[in-house]
Nanobody, 124 residues
């Protein structure tokens, strides 16, 4: 299983921006679709965005389309989530994971274990 370490979270006001990073162990990173998920207090973890192994295809949950951008650099074994125009509803712990497949507004994480995540807090 690839090792994943998320970073870049913080506290911002509504309309602010953050860039999250996910550093992965490099052995198989280039072959994996990668995704971001988030879990708000009292809620289940939900899909946010996914990027194909080559980076040519991206897919987002409707609530972040036009505001978030997922990208990756296989040479650096890193995937990013650039978040703009943040809203209080975006407050959550954000996690990355490899993805088995996606569609219909969801994505299936590949690995059962998760990293520590990174906290994003958006205040109004």
């Amino acid at each position: 299983q690839v090792q994943l370490v998320e970073s870049g979270g913080g506290s911002v006001q509504t309309g602010g921006s953050l860039r999250l990073s996910c550093a992965a162990s490099p052995e198989t990173f280039q072959y994996l679709a990668m995704g971001w998920f988030r879990q708000a207090p009292g809620k289940e973890r939900e899909f946010v965005a996914v990027i194909s192994s080559s980076g040519s295809t991206t897919y987002y949950t409707d609530s972040v389309k036009g505001r978030f951008t997922i990208s990756r650099d296989n040479a650096k074994s890193t995937v990013w989530l650039q978040m703009h125009n943040l809203e209080p509803e975006d407050t959550a712990v954000y996690y990355c994971n490899a993805v088995r497949g996606w569609g219909l507004g969801a994505a299936e994480p590949k690995y059962d274990s998760w990293g520590q995540g990174t906290q994003v807090t958006v205040s109004s």
